[in-house]
């Protein structure tokens, strides 16, 4: 395996001579080489420039050409997981089993979209035939259905290497779509983005594609990406990653002379309610459930759990006592580079500063490059004075709420800004009791989830992986399952054409 | 019939005492009375209040409350259709047939949203069922469906003061969806609305629907749309007019601290292309059915053919000559109202003063609220030189085009903006001659028109009346048919819910 941290332009390779930056192997804290080298301004061009012939070309081309491809690449990833284990591990300080798994996940949603072109339902395509005889006018053939809306710049995020960057969802969603993709690649993971490239290209070439379905664009900063979304060729945008990061690409989007929506799948607290006879009956499983769910990856899920709502003011309670002693347990826990390990401690410190805020237990202390798992606690009252204590601290951080009566949570519920996910624990009584609460969850979030967590997201068919706003830019999507196709498509009405009858 | 020209904010009546303004009985120039009188800035937010409690309620209501609704209002409007005669011909100087015609669609709408309501189809519902034995992990049962947004600002379109107004598509689609709805009533047709309002208000009540699913605020300026669109309560806007209008409601909508999708139809020039020998067999009949639809309702139509493409060059060809004659024996035309008769003026008297704009022919000479009917004639080479003679102007006028080749055409169609529809007049031979330039419309518009004209919009299941920007602010939308619910919907997905299975 030998890299050599360029571009993809299409089949060609970008130059070097530009900015390089390095990746850090996370268990040394060196640099890794080769380094990666930031694309020059023009190749954002070149990249768009065949995008769009490439969109051009794919138009005329059956569906059954791009599934090919997408199995090609699925299966090309597959076969490159013992090379994926050995960068991305090193790059991004997950575990081996979590890299067979998303490069699984990876190719299996590359397949799931691959059958969904198959099977033709994703175009909607619907009919109305011809009434010459309709008085008073004639009524015209109508057929409609959708169509894909043209190049798509593709973020990759940090803290999925594989599922959500390179050959990711939103990449995988697009391109079955019809729309060709420009990556700008994560600077945290640059090796691991190239090996998904070769890979890309590869099935690209072996089914005969053509040149721009799919370019990489390395910066190690803003700018390339910035005039990226800014590019006249690219008709729409999906990004995963921060708040700030996300509002930045909608402001560049919304003020282009042509505006193009943009698809940020930017924060969440993903609350979980803790309904009373559920917690009362359930509470060391609970427990043990909870600090699973938060410290799952480091915490470093979109989907993880940072706000425990319910009636935990007694830190002797079944729930309190068992969450404290297996956040204390915790062993210092890897996270994906220096920078979200120090904006951690930032975040965590912040959060522990602001009034009414206790520290409940802490894991083991963490080195530079790790974050130590950290259980808090405050109250309803303390929340609806000062609502930043609701606001996101990337990691595996959690904070409980003490929020007793079924009013104290319906009126958290209703401070809450929008979330990719709202969870309750509840018996069949604790529901019966709540049906207030449901229903304001439902609206704050794309998806509630019952006596479960919100970590672990099926990819499939039913499901949905975004929410209101700030949890995505546009609620209206989603960016998980065969739902996400959605995005990148427009519909589009064929009258009286007499080639389609 | 008595109006008082007040608001309504859900079942009660706006206050008088702010500003008052009056429509124009355009057949004598005189104010109309009674006047109407603006909401008070107070006003928007009782509106606003009373439609998302409209929201919680219809959300726990079945679907088949809101069909009913909907048929209670399509009924309503046809029993009053007689008023609407009278008290709509006056304010906009449409006739009695196209008044009589577009209630009859305005109710038919209703009823088209009222049967996909009662289909279900219009949910997208999905089901994933439970695996408890999956490994690694069970597989949690997912069922998701489409919900409403909440609360839409709708406002209403000068051009269609029943079809595209307070109980126009864009409100049918909302309340289709779940969504109460808030409109800013059209200052030209004040009585119109509130018509219309009444027939509403009624429905709402027979049908023992949550008070607050409409309100009508009144208002002649810009400050308080400007404000319902800022209203946090208000989740999506939807808008048909101009594109300074459509573009500052966008901004708006993007400035908020939670940014709300703006369905915004701004406008568009509809070109129609000629191609050789549909152009040269068919010149006369295409020249009467040229001039049929850019004369249609005084060319106040979204989809009126401005831009005529083919080769055009010689005022004596059969196709030139009979346009010609057409427009000079055009009588003077009504406009909607006085302030747009004006606009056409110098929007005519613009274009007319472009370098290489030859004036072809003229209607007779048009009074102050009238439009004189306009034929110009330009080159491609000059288009090029100067994109803006591609601009709208919205009334009767259209621009034909020289553009004699092939390559002279896909040049011309590859310097348009977005559309909501292009046309092409073409035989078999034609087609197939021009297969780059087809491809190249369907990049620019949302409905491709053959062997026909843009204007008269089938309201069905196939339609799309949307299209790229500038035409639309989101190209992935329709405003018209069945599909236009999907504006107003987000995905929602329930992981293991006891209540659901």
Known sequence: MTLSGTSFLGYQRGRTGGAVFHATDLA???????PAHAAHPDEVDTACALAWQ?????????????AAFLRAVADGLD???A???????RETALPEGRVRGETGRTSGQLRLFAGLLESGAWMDARHEAADPARKPAPKPALRSRLIGLGPVAVFGASNFPLAFSTAGGDTAAAWAAGCPVVVKGHPCHPQTSEIVAEVIVAAARATGQPEGVFSLLFDPGHALGQALVSHPRIQAVGFTGSRAGGLALMKIAAARPQPIPVFAEMSSVNPVFLLPEALATRGESLAAATHGSYTMGSGQFCTCPGLLVGDVADPASPYVAKLRELTAATPALSMLSPAIAARYREGVAHLRGLPGVQLLAEGAPAGERQARATLLATTASAVQA?????????????????????????RLAAALEGQLTCTVHATAADLAAHADLLDELELKCGRLVFNGFPTGVEVNAAIVHGGPFPATSDGRSSSVGTFAIQRFLRPFCWQDDPRRG
């Open 28 to 34: 040394s804290g060196q640099p890794l080489s080769p």
């Open 54 to 66: 490439a969109f051009r070309a794919w138009r005329q081309r059956p569906d059954a050409d791009r």
């Open 79 to 81: 076969a490159r997981v």
């Open 83 to 89: 090379d994926l284990v050995a960068v991305t591990c």
């Open 386 to 410: 000062r609502p930043e204590l609701l606001d996101e601290v990337f990691g595996p951080c959690t904070l409980l709420i003490h929020a007793p009566g079924a009013q104290d949570k319906l």
